[in-house]
C-alpha cells in the first residue's frame, strides 16, 4: 500500500507483483518516489474451492489474491462489492468464499446460472442430498420419437465412422446434413420437416419442439449424437422444473453442468466458441485430426456425471447464501436504475478491452441456456462460419469510438455511490498485435482524477500476460501485454 499526503495521480508509481512459483509477491525496485511503502497484507485464496464453469477468455485467475487483498481493504461494514462483469464467475465465487456480499452481473444470460449455482443462491439444505435421484430422473428422460428417429441412421453411420477412424467419410456425413444454415436458402424447396417447423418458429423456444442444437450445430461444434444428448438434457432440465421435481437451485446446478459439458466436448480452438476447427484443417493437422476423434467419442452423459461430481463437492465446501445477488443486466441497464441495488462500496470491473466481443465467444453457451431459435447472421448470401445469431450483444468497451464513454458511465457510477473502484486492465505494450486497446491506462487514470478526486489510487502491475483473443497463427509473440489491477479507493471515514 502507498501512503500519501494528497492525492497526485500523476505522480503515482506502479508497483510490480511478480509471480514466484504460486507466490505472489511485490517487487519494491519500481519505487522511485520514495513513498512509504507497507507490504500489503495479500489474501491466500485456496482454487480447490473454486469452480470452473467454463473455459472463458481472461479468467483473473492468478491475480485473484491481491483483487481479493484489495477489495477486502476498501469494503465498508453492512455493504455489496459489486462484479460488474462477472463472466465465469471465478471472482464472484472468491469474494463470497471470504464473507463479502456479493452482487454479481453479467450481460450474458448463461453466466445467471454460475452465479446463481455457485454461489448458493436459494440453495436449501435437502438440495444436494437427493441430487442422485435428479440424475435418475434426467437420465430417464426422452425427447419424443418424432424428434429423434430423423437422426437415428446417421447417428449409427456416425458410430461406425467415429470406431473406424474414417476422418474423410465423417466429415462428408457431417456435410450432407440438413442443417439450419442450409435450408434457409433453399426458397421453399426444404424437404427437411424439423427445419421447417424451425425455420417458420425462430425467436420461439425449442422446448418441447424440434431439438435445437441438433439441427443448428450437430457435425461443426459437436457430433451429432453429442448434439441430440445436449438438446436433450437441456428439454429433461426444464422439464423437471415445470413439474416441480428440482428446486430454483437445482435448476441452475443442471444448467452449469451441461455448459460445462458443452466447453469440454466442443471441437474448437480454446474450447470457446468462436467457430468450429474447419475441416479441411482436421485433415491436413496430426494434432487436430487427434483432438478431433478426442472430443466427438466423449459421452455427454458421462462427462455431465463428472461435472455434476465435481460441482457437488465444491457445493458441499460453500456456505449457504441470504444475501448474494445474481442479475444479468448491461452495465447502461444498471446505470438508468440503480434503485433496486443494496448499499454498494466497492465495484469490481473487468471489462473487455479489446474490439473482441465475448457474444462472439460465447454465443453457444448463450443459446443453450435461452434456448431459442435464433436467427442465424447473413453475410454475403451465407451464414457465418461460427453459425453466429443476429443481434448478438455489443459491449461498448470494444469500441474505439464508444469505450471512453462507457468508462465514464463507470466512473459516474462509482462516484455515484460513492463507492471504490477496483479494474482490471490489461495493456498492449508492443502495439504490434492485432488486439489494441480501445483505452489507454493513462486515459483511466485521468477518468479518475476527474470522477473520484477523493479516492486514494493505486496501481498494481504483474508480470504474467493477459492472453491473447487471436488464433495461435494470428498470435504476435513478440508483443509484450501485461496486466494491471487499478484501484480508486475511497476514504474509510
Known amino acids: ?107 450474458m444470460k448463461f453466466t445467471y446460472a454460475f452465479t446463481k449455482t455457485l454461489l448458493n443462491i436459494d440453495r436449501k439444505e435437502a438440495d444436494l442430498k437427493i441430487l442422485q435421484i ?13 424428434y429423434t428417429t430423423p437422426f437415428q441412421d446417421n447417428i449409427l453411420l456416425e458410430k461406425k465412422f467415429l470406431q473406424e477412424k474414417q476422418t474423410e467419410k465423417l466429415i462428408e456425413l457431417y456435410l450432407g446434413l440438413p442443417q ?88 474448437t480452438a480454446g474450447k470457446h466458441f468462436a467457430q468450429p476447427i474447419k475441416h479441411e484443417n482436421t485433415l491436413k493437422t496430426k494434432v487436430l485430426h487427434k483432438r478431433f ?44 436504475d440503480s434503485s433496486f441495488l443494496p448499499p454498494i462500496s466497492v465495484i469490481y470491473a473487468d471489462p473487455p478491452y479489446t474490439a473482441q466481443q465475448y457474444s462472439r465467444f460465447y454465443h453457444i453457451p448463450e443459446i443453450i441456456f435461452n434456448y431459442t431459435y435464433p436467427q442465424l447472421q447473413i453475410i454475403n448470401g451465407k451464414a457465418t462460419a461460427g453459425l453466429y445469431p443476429e443481434n448478438k450483444f455489443k459491449s461498448r468497451f470494444c469500441s474505439k469510438q464508444d469505450a471512453y464513454f462507457a468508462f465514464v458511465d463507470l466512473f459516474k457510477l462509482a462516484a455515484k455511490l460513492e463507492s471504490s473502484l477496483i479494474i482490471s486492465y490489461s495493456s498492449s505494450l508492443s502495439q504490434e498485435t492485432g488486439n489494441l486497446r480501445m483505452i489507454e491506462l493513462e486515459q483511466i487514470m485521468e477518468l479518475g482524477e476527474y470522477y473520484l478526486p477523493m479516492c486514494s489510487h493505486e496501481t498494481l502491475k504483474f508480470n504474467f500476460q493477459y492472453r491473447q483473443l487471436n488464433t495461435t497463427k494470428k498470435i504476435v509473440q513478440s508483443k509484450d501485454d501485461k496486466e494491471f489491477l487499478i484501484i480508486f479507493k475511497q476514504p474509510t471515514t
Request: with cysteine; hydrophobic share 35%.
Open 1 to 107: 500500500m502507498i501512503s500519501r499526503t494528497e492525492n497526485n495521480y500523476s505522480d503515482t508509481t506502479v508497483l510490480n507483483i511478480v509471480e514466484d512459483g504460486y507466490q505472489l509477491k511485490l517487487d519494491f525496485a519500481a519505487n522511485k518516489y520514495n513513498y512509504d511503502l507497507e507490504i500489503p497484507e495479500i489474501r491466500s485464496v485456496n482454487t480447490d474451492t473454486i469452480y470452473r464453469p467454463i473455459q472463458y477468455l481472461g479468467t483473473k485467475y492468478r491475480p485473484l489474491p491481491i483483487i481479493l487483498s484489495k477489495t477486502i481493504e476498501a469494503i465498508k461494514p453492512n455493504s455489496y462489492v459489486l462484479d460488474m462483469f462477472s463472466g465465469s464467475s471465478v471472482v464472484s465465487q472468491v469474494f463470497n468464499l471470504n464473507g463479502l456480499n456479493v452482487i454479481s452481473n453479467d450481460a
Open 134 to 146: 435428479v440424475f435418475d430422473k434426467l437420465r430417464a428422460f426422452k425427447l419424443h420419437d418424432n
Open 180 to 267: 439450419v444454415s442450409k435450408v434457409l436458402f433453399l426458397n421453399g424447396n426444404n424437404k427437411h420437416e424439423q427445419t421447417k417447423t424451425i425455420v417458420n418458429n425462430i425467436g420461439k423456444s425449442a422446448i418441447g419442439n424440434c431439438p435445437l442444437i441438433a439441427n443448428y450445430y450437430a457435425g461443426s461444434y459437436f457430433g451429432i449424437f453429442q448434439a441430440l444428448e445436449l438438446d436433450r438434457l437441456r428439454n429433461g432440465i426444464e422439464y423437471l422444473l415445470s413439474k416441480n421435481e428440482i428446486s430454483n437451485w437445482q435448476y441452475h446446478f443442471l444448467l452449469t453442468c451441461l455448459l460445462n459439458v458443452s466447453s469440454k466436448i466442443v471441437y
Open 293 to 336: 476423434y478426442e472430443d466427438r467419442k466423449k459421452d455427454v452423459w458421462s462427462e455431465f456425471l463428472k461435472s455434476a461430481s465435481s460441482l457437488e463437492l465444491i457445493s458441499k465446501k460453500n456456505c449457504f447464501s441470504n444475501s448474494n445477488i445474481a442479475i444479468s443486466k448491461t452495465m447502461e441497464e444498471i446505470i438508468s
